[in-house]
């Protein structure tokens, strides 16, 4: 027990390292970045505040690089001081020694699954935030303009919408078949959860030879969105947690739209943790295979270069996988799967 804890600590040990050289050269080249914008009330101090909070977001990008390259130099330096066959000696299996070194790796996604919830969407838009306050554009706009939601017969089509579920300019349509049969207008009202009002309504009612108009003091509407869902559909998906993307996806799936995006984004966050494995198993191959005497620039080298490839492949599959319309889950699998062969392949030579 206390040498498989040894095992762990090295791995993790050097994993944290490694977070910590890439954390930081990302805010160094986010800050550099950031101060070529500066003007009015934004200098070297915001730029500071701002690459801080976009740290977070960063951190879970590169968490796949950060795992490999945390593997590849932690059990480098355990085969490098020759206790990796002093475990073998003792007993240990392949299998064991596989799994003890994946646990920093699997520790690390869902560290990055919780960051991606509960921290990185509040952080990048607090971000987004100040950068836009002290460039003194005033705070983001908080509303959802022209946005259209599918009725159980038509369509209502909103002008905006505020976080607090202030509506403006709401017009309604609804068909009978192909043809029209009712539309509606109100200047305001209230988005609640099971129960959209819109006060002061104008309404025509389109029969086969004759069309009547009416008013009402208050409409509502069974309809079990709030303001807070409608405002995912004009939210970047990049800066949407994990649920929310999946409420984005069902209410898009719901109302016949394309949710291929949000489910691209989604998928990504899910699999993180296992992403993140079949590269910390790639790099368990290549230190049981052809780096085990390897020095450290070397190990470093490929790790950098699997871990770009790695990230090349899963930019490029993505947008693919929107373009031709195959499954998002596709298009997350596939860069994972091919560490995993990869992984396979060193395991063979082993």
């Known amino acids: 027990m206390k040498l498989a804890a040894y095992f762990i600590q090295r791995v993790s040990a050097a994993t944290l390292v490694v977070m910590a050289i890439l954390v930081g050269l990302s805010f160094t080249f986010e800050v550099i970045d950031e101060v070529g914008n500066a003007g009015g009330g934004y200098g070297f101090v915001q730029a500071l505040a701002y690459s801080a909070l976009a740290a977070p977001e960063a951190l879970v990008r590169d968490l796949p690089l950060i795992g490999l390259i945390g593997a590849l130099m932690g059990l480098g330096s355990l085969a490098s001081s020759s206790e990796l066959v ?66 159980p017969q038509g369509y209502m089509n909103l002008a905006s919408v505020n976080s607090r579920g202030e509506a403006s300019g709401l017009r309604w349509y609804e068909f009978d078949g192909i043809r029209l049969g009712r539309a509606g207008q109100s200047q305001r009202g209230q988005i609640v959860p099971g129960q959209w009002s819109a006060v002061d309504t104008q309404e025509v009612q389109i029969g086969q030879d004759q069309i009547q ?19 995912l559909s004009q939210v970047d998906p990049s800066l949407l947690p994990p649920f929310a993307l999946w409420q984005l996806t069902e209410q898009l799936k719901a109302d016949g739209l394309n949710a291929q995006g949000p489910a691209l984004y989604l998928y990504q966050a899910l699999f993180l943790p296992l992403s993140v494995v079949c590269l910390v198993l790639a790099a368990v191959g290549f230190i049981l295979g052809p780096l085990r005497s390897s020095p450290l620039g070397t190990r470093l080298f490929i790790g950098i270069v699997v871990g770009l490839g790695f990230k090349l492949i899963q930019d490029v599959s993505g947008p693919v996988a929107l373009v031709y319309g195959t499954h998002p889950m596709f298009a997350v699998g596939l860069p994972a799967a091919l560490a995993l062969v990869l992984a396979m392949a060193m395991f063979r030579r082993v």
């Open 213 to 231: 108009a009416s008013s009402r003091e208050r409409q509502t509407f069974a309809i079990d969105l709030g303001a807070g869902e409608l405002s």
């Open 86 to 151: 002093a475990a073998r000696a003792a007993g240990w299996s392949l299998r064991k020694i596989v799994t003890l070194a994946c646990v920093p790796g699997f520790v690390l996604g869902v560290l990055g699954l919780a960051l991606a919830q509960f921290v990185v969407p509040f952080a990048s838009v607090t971000a987004e935030n100040y950068k836009s306050i002290s460039l003194g554009r005033g705070e983001l706009n908080q509303s959802v303009r022209g946005l259209w939601h599918r009725l």
